[in-house]
Nanobody, 129 residues
């Protein structure tokens, strides 16, 4: 079992930046695809960004491409999301997720939330004036 804990959320103004972190305990992230999802009230949980186990390949939702950067440090069992130029529409509860995806991963696989085996409890990001 993998336990995931997100941190780094908060209340910021439009245009600000935040860096979210996800720490894992238990099994390591070494062979897991890692992603960030977000969910606003009364909306479906949506894919934000994903990263392959090697860290070489990354995937982004169109809404955050160019503003957010996902990265990982396998040796520390850490996942990060650098968020820049935050806007009110980015307001949501942000979750980190890990999935084995032994059959391989690409953009179309990474964005499917059912492909993830482990989820954190989320960290709230609120962008408002």
């Amino acid at each position: 079992q993998v336990h995931l804990v997100e941190s780094g959320g908060g209340l910021v103004q439009p245009g600000a930046s935040l860096r979210l972190s996800c720490a894992a305990s238990g099994r390591t992230f070494s062979k897991y695809v890692l992603s960030w999802f977000r969910q606003a009230p009364e909306k479906e949980r949506e894919f934000v960004a994903g990263i392959a186990w090697s860290g070489r390949d990354t995937y982004y939702a169109d809404s955050v491409k160019g503003r957010f950067t996902i990265s990982r440090e396998n040796g520390k069992n850490m996942l990060y999301l650098e968020m820049n130029k935050l806007q009110p529409e980015d307001t949501a509860l942000y979750y980190c997720a890990a999935g084995e995806m032994n059959g391989g991963v690409d953009m179309f696989v990474a964005r499917v939330k059912n492909n993830y085996d482990y989820w954190g409890q989320g960290t709230q990001v609120t962008v408002s004036t």
